[in-house]
């Protein structure tokens, strides 16, 4: 079965510190993909990241980066300096690469970022 | 770039009554777009997935006498929520995939739907 599971279920920081977003997924298979998106309080979801299976390169985009580590089935999201517009829910979701379901992604349950001035 | 537009972004319906949610693709064709819900302070759960042309797959614990979807086109795919209950209140959004793009899915805005 696959699964994703953020366990922070609230964060709370004071504006320029770094902080971590934890994503485990679980999957048996070898193909698929990890995303993140941002859910600010209006309800959209703002896609952050894709990332396949087979690139286990970090990123980095701005103030935001990406640990991939398939060892461990982690893809963590780390916002560096953190800002009061940070303030979101954010989730890591999984998605498969068979059938006809491709493209249906299963979320985590969501971490809440506060950020305070 | 790809744009998936729903509407409407927010709805208020009586209970017992029911309401049309769209999901369009504007700039590309979608084969398959998926309707998801989300309760407050809670994640996307699928409700459903739709194909154009055929019968709407949906997941386990979805009434789909309840929830009607329809994907009549490449571009527009329709959640129908019947005889609304309070307890239907809740954030709706779709996603598309667009065909021929490695299977990019782009999501709607969401709408929310609020029943009295």
């Known amino acids: 079965a696959q699964k994703v599971t953020q366990a922070q279920t609230e964060i709370s920081v004071v504006e320029k510190e770094d902080v971590t977003l934890d994503c485990v997924y679980e999957?048996?298979?070898?193909?698929?993909?990890l995303f993140w998106y941002k859910q600010p309080p209006s309800g959209e979801l703002v896609f952050l990241i894709r990332?396949?299976?087979?690139?286990?390169q970090n990123e980095i985009s701005g103030r935001y980066s990406w640990n991939f580590q398939k060892s461990t089935s982690s893809f963590n999201f780390t916002i560096t300096a953190s800002q009061v517009v940070d303030s979101a829910v954010y989730f890591c979701?999984?998605?498969?690469?068979?059938?006809?379901?491709?493209?249906?992604?299963?979320f985590g349950k969501g971490t809440k970022l506060s950020v305070k001035p | 770039g790809a744009v998936v537009s729903q509407h409407p972004s927010r709805v208020i319906c009586k209970s017992g009554t029911s309401v049309k949610i769209e999901c369009r693709s504007l700039?590309?064709?979608?084969?398959?777009m998926f309707w998801y819900r989300q309760f407050p302070k809670q994640s996307l759960m699928l409700m459903a997935t739709?194909?154009?042309?055929?019968?709407?797959?949906?997941e386990q614990g979805v009434e789909k006498d309840k929830f009607l979807i329809n994907h009549a086109s490449l571009t527009l795919s329709t959640l129908t929520v019947t005889s609304a209950h309070p307890e239907d209140s809740s954030f709706y959004i779709c996603?598309?995939?667009?065909?021929?793009?490695?299977?990019?899915?782009?999501f709607g805005e969401g709408s929310w739907l609020t029943v009295v």
């Open positions: 990332r396949n299976s087979f690139d286990e």
């Open positions: 979701a999984l998605r498969m690469n068979y059938g006809g379901s491709q493209g249906n992604l299963i």
């Open positions: 739709s194909n154009e042309g055929s019968k709407a797959t949906y």
């Open positions: 999957t048996r298979d070898t193909t698929y993909y």
């Open positions: 700039d590309f064709q979608a084969t398959t």
């Open positions: 996603s598309a995939r667009r065909l021929g793009s490695g299977n990019t899915i782009y």
